[in-house]
């Protein structure tokens, strides 16, 4: 069964969703970040340019062909379910992402926005309900 996070009270969901995949990346983690296309646009422009030291790459689906889509670490879509590989998907949209269960993991980041919120609680709703386990991760609580 897919193991299930909330990541809440993150300043910046681009911002933020750059971190987290720098860090997966480095542990070696296949990811796939899916969300509304204008959010997934701005964080492809992002992750060129958010640490001078890094970089992580990452191919967007559309944009780029099958076998370097196979060979990303990180996959942007908007499809979910067609992605090339299962490993680990991250929300970045405000619903439930089709395909969600044919992931090892998926974690959802979530904003202090009150609409962010809101349908954050939505998803939360949608997974306890089919019996997921909830891990919930409180950025507002962890050092900065």
């Known amino acids: 069964m897919t193991e299930v996070a909330f990541h809440f009270n993150t300043p910046d969901k681009v911002g933020y969703a750059c971190r ?21 646009d701005e964080l492809d422009a992002t992750l060129w340019t958010f640490s001078a030291l890094d970089f992580v790459p990452h191919a967007r689906d559309g944009a780029a062909p099958a076998p370097v889509l196979a060979l990303s670490p990180v996959v942007l879509t908007g499809t979910p379910r067609a992605a090339p590989h299962h490993q680990v998907l991250v929300n970045l949209g405000d619903a439930v ?4 269960e044919t992931f090892e993991r998926l974690i959802e980041v979530v904003t202090g926005d009150d609409a962010d919120r809101q349908s954050a609680r ?23």
């Open 20 to 40: 987290l995949l720098r860090k997966a990346v480095g542990a070696g983690a296949a990811v796939v970040v899916t969300g509304d296309p204008a959010l997934l």
């Open 97 to 100: 992402p089709e395909g969600f």
């Open 122 to 144: 939505q998803r939360w709703k949608h997974y306890a309900a089919r019996g997921y386990d909830i891990k919930r991760h409180d950025r507002a609580q962890e050092p900065q």
